[in-house]
């Protein structure tokens, strides 16, 4: 999941313009952030008093989507472009009350007048912005004007400006309780300047400050009350732990927990959208946490800086809090979001407590002094001479050891591992957050015939496979257990193959099954060819397979390997057994003629000659009744009798083998045709026809027809009679024409109607 990071809300914030003196009719000029003021100053007489003069200055947040593409230009490890370095400016300590103990005198004197006034109860008010009045008497004034000195009046003006913009920027970053601060600031200020003799003096007669608010003076009492409300419950969430480490950690899970990274949001850079809102981005999550430190009484830092990853920087803002005299990092952004789907809602620790050579191997990141460089800015300017570099705890460089607790641990095998018989493997341990130390691990396998275990140095562990089976391998640390599914597939022995034959459709493999076995694999290969997998079978009684994929006239090979639970556990035989394929004959058509039972078949390809053969239901072996050429595809068994039932079947061959054979065959009952006695017409319109009895059969079939091709013929049927000649007169036909007719017998089965042959057709014509 690509993270957003943002810019820290006085970022791209801080007076960069000149304070211009001006005449009291002169209107207020709006300045950005990045221009200059290039209004030329009128030269004003020595002792003269300068009146309203009007600056406003508008506070500018990086875009909410901003990203930067990381370059090598930039170089890991450098601050990137407009950053100062920190290194030998200033000590923050531990016993410091924020960044307010290293703003001058006039500065911090400003900085506490901020804090009396936006403290003040009720706070005053011009429309939606909060105002700070400062006459020539307060001592926030007085103290300014006591430090300011230079040869020129810009030079007092720059003071002036740079006292003004670190005392705002120091308090912002101190008191992210004081959430109601807006985003815009207007200055008015009036002072007295003498010039003379090449230098000056300047005393401030009146300052005034108008803030943006995001709230209005009616909805500011609602929003605090609430927010306090917020702030005590993530306190006393926190309070439940009983020694500072652990009330950390309980403020940091609180806010991971409750707080959902928004981009966007309305306010999302402050405490406020963090606590009250669950709606925060990174400044929100460093803003919240201290706060909540600061009711806890644990010192804590808000950091602004550079995120790094592989292909990206961005600004961002985390914390440093201190434990044992030492300072750590703690990223609530990034244990809520690093590497985290939408869906997972775990509380990770990855950035909890870490030193500046902590890494996150798990999220493929470097240490976290790559990762997070501070700017040692509060805020940006392109006056160089304006600007000051605030100075950021100096970090641990590993991370917390004074306590632990172990959030999760992880084996690098999974869930499941596969391993064979006799073979050894290492698995390895992780534990989180990497500053969890001393953690005593226990070892244990739920079957020790099946998988041993014994535990190594450094979180290691030796996994031996004893024989076949599954244990489970699992390992605690601090009440948390993890698991490992092994599965070991036992040395079974080679299957011993006994056939491997032609079927209708494939060819048929046997194997003699072997003890231990829960399935096997069949491997085939042509001539020249290398083994393939062919099918795999579960069972252990499994021992046989078909293979109806072959091909016609084609040779194949088959070998079988023994399985346990879809693992190869045996050898296998390296010639197999072998087959020549050859397609079955089927027979078409099966039917009673005057001669005999007529068989027809089709042909097979490659195949240089039939073999026919014949039994009856009784018999349990079939007999070679032919053998018939290559261009043979029909046959007449003239050797049948009326009444008995035969079943056929046929195989092709040649030199190379022989083809199986259909073991139901092709069934059908003998059925002689029937013979006539005679055919005479009768009276007016009528014929009669006679026949000779067929034993067995159920009745007979006459048609008549005046075509000879028996077109549109009708049929009569008649029963059988134990007369030797039965006959059927035939009336209402029409006198003079003639007819042609013919006669079937037929027997009645279980399966439908089976008839004999046809008669020979007979004509006759009627009388009219």
Request: net charge positive; hydrophobic share 35%.
């Amino acid at each position: 999941m690509k993270q957003r990071f943002f810019a820290l809300l006085l970022a791209a914030a801080m007076l960069p313009a000149l304070f211009p003196t001006a005449y009291a009719e002169e209107s207020a000029e709006e300045i950005l952030i990045g221009e200059e003021d290039t209004a030329q100053p009128a030269e004003i007489p020595a002792e003269t008093e300068e009146e309203s003069g009007t600056v406003s200055i508008r506070l500018q947040d990086e875009p909410a989507e901003q990203t930067v593409i990381y370059t090598d230009t930039l170089g890991v490890g450098k601050p990137s472009a407009g950053r100062i370095s920190t290194a030998a400016v200033h000590t923050y300590e531990i016993s410091d009350k924020g960044f307010v103990d290293q703003l001058d005198v006039g500065s911090r004197a400003l900085y506490d007048a901020m804090d009396t006034a936006l403290r003040d109860n009720p706070i005053q008010w011009s429309g939606n912005q909060v105002v700070i009045c400062l006459d020539e008497d307060s001592d926030a004034l007085r103290t300014l004007s006591g430090t300011l000195e230079g040869d020129s009046r810009e030079e007092i003006e720059q003071q002036v400006r740079g006292a003004v913009c670190n005392a705002y920027a120091a308090y912002n970053y101190d008191h992210p309780e004081v959430f109601w601060i807006g985003k815009e600031i207007e200055q008015e200020n009036t002072f007295l300047f003498a010039e003379g003799n090449g230098s000056g003096t300047a005393s401030m007669t009146g300052m005034t400050l108008r803030i943006s608010s995001p709230f209005s003076e009616q909805s500011l009492p609602t929003a605090r009350n609430q927010f306090a409300a917020e702030l005590n419950a993530a306190a006393a969430a926190a309070n439940q732990g009983n020694t500072a480490y652990q009330k950390l950690r309980l403020a940091h899970d609180y806010l991971c927990g409750s707080v959902t990274y928004t981009a966007g949001a309305a306010r999302a850079y402050s405490a406020y959208g963090a606590l009250v809102d669950k709606k925060a981005v990174c400044e929100g999550y460093s803003r919240a946490m201290k706060a909540v430190c600061d009711m806890l009484g644990i010192p804590c830092v808000c950091i602004s800086g550079t995120a790094v990853s592989k292909t990206e920087r961005v600004s961002h803002m985390w914390n440093a809090v201190s434990l044992d005299s030492r300072w750590y990092a703690v990223d609530c952004t990034w244990d809520d979001t690093a590497g985290k789907s939408a869906e997972d809602s775990a509380v990770l620790h990855t950035f909890f407590l870490v030193g500046s050579g902590t890494s996150a191997p798990e999220l493929e990141l470097g240490k976290f002094s790559a990762t997070h460089q501070p700017s040692g800015l509060l805020y940006e300017s392109k006056d160089a001479e304006t600007i000051k570099t605030f100075a950021y705890p100096m970090m641990s460089a590993s991370a917390y050891t004074g306590e632990h607790i172990v959030d999760a641990i992880r084996l690098n095998c999974g869930s499941a591992l596969s391993m064979n018989e006799g073979g050894q493997q290492t698995v390895r341990l992780s534990v989180y957050p990497e500053s969890a130390r001393g953690v005593k691990l226990v070892w244990k396998t739920s079957n020790r015939n099946v998988a041993a275990v014994s535990a190594g140095e450094s979180g290691r562990a030796e996994i031996t496979a004893v024989g076949g089976g599954t244990a489970v391998i699992s390992v605690t640390a601090d009440d948390i257990s993890v698991s490992c599914a092994v599965k070991v597939t036992p040395k079974l022995s080679t299957p011993k193959m006994t056939s491997a034959l032609t079927r209708v459709g494939g060819v048929q493999v046997k194997w003699e099954c072997v003890s231990g076995a829960n399935g096997y694999r069949i491997c085939r290969r042509t001539s020249g060819g290398s083994w393939t997998k062919l099918a795999e079978v579960s069972g252990a009684m499994e021992s046989s397979y078909t293979d109806y994929s072959v091909r016609n006239n084609m040779t194949y090979a088959y070998t079988v390997y023994a399985l346990y639970d879809g693992q190869t556990a045996s050898g296998c035989s390296s010639s197999g057994k072998s087959a020549y394929y050859l397609r079955t004959p089927e027979i078409l058509t099966i039917s009673n003629r005057s001669s005999g039972i007529r068989l027809t078949w089709n042909s097979v390809s490659r195949a240089t000659e039939y073999s026919l053969y014949r039994k009856s239901p009784k018999d349990k072996k079939w007999k070679k009744i032919a053998v018939l050429g290559a261009k043979m595809t029909g046959y007449t068994d003239k050797k049948v009798s009326n009444h008995n039932t035969y079943i056929y079947t046929l195989r092709a061959g040649n030199s190379k083998g022989m083809s199986y054979y259909h073991t139901a065959g092709s069934t059908l009952r003998r059925i002689s045709q029937v013979s006539w006695s005679s055919l005479k017409r009768g009276s007016a319109k009528t014929l009669t026809a006679r026949w000779k009895r067929v034993a067995y059969v159920t009745g007979y079939e006459l048609q008549y027809s005046t075509k000879s091709s028996m077109k549109n013929a009708k049929t009569i049927r008649v029963k059988s009679s134990g007369s030797s000649v039965l006959s059927k007169t035939v009336g209402k036909l029409t006198g003079g024409r003639t007819y042609y007719v013919r006669i079937r017998a037929y027997k009645s089965l279980d399966d439908g109607r089976t008839y004999g042959a046809w008669s020979s057709t007979k004509r006759v014509t009627v009388k009219r």
